[in-house]
């Protein structure tokens, strides 16, 4: 007999959800930014950000986003799997916000 479960599974994606690549400096933004402009133009224009840690005022305590706001049509899983591997390639890694 087949029991059916009620277990919490977060959805695969929002297909409209702002994207941040978080990265661990500003030329690693700079790089993943530019890569991403060249490979997926109808991303439109990306945004930087210095996202400076709670309670911390060094410099060397921040991490930088690149903000990606969703395409027309929405994300795809590809397009996600591109994110993060840009990200990753520059050791950083994807949030959804």
């Known amino acids: ?3 059916d479960l009620d277990i919490d599974q977060p959805d695969a994606f929002d ?3 702002r994207q941040f690549l978080v990265l661990p400096d500003r030329d690693a933004a700079e790089d ?3 890569e991403l402009s060249a490979n997926h133009p109808d991303l ?3 945004e930087i950000v ?3 840690l709670a309670g911390e005022d060094d410099a060397e305590d921040a991490q930088w986003l690149v903000v990606v ?3 027309e049509d929405g994300w795809t899983s590809g397009l996600l799997r591109a994110l993060d591997a840009i990200a990753a390639e520059h050791e950083g890694w994807r949030e959804e916000g």
């Open 1 to 3: 007999m087949t029991e």
């Open 15 to 17: 297909p409209n959800a």
């Open 32 to 34: 993943a930014t530019e």
């Open 44 to 46: 439109g224009e990306l």
């Open 50 to 52: 210095r996202d400076a």
């Open 69 to 71: 706001e969703p395409p």
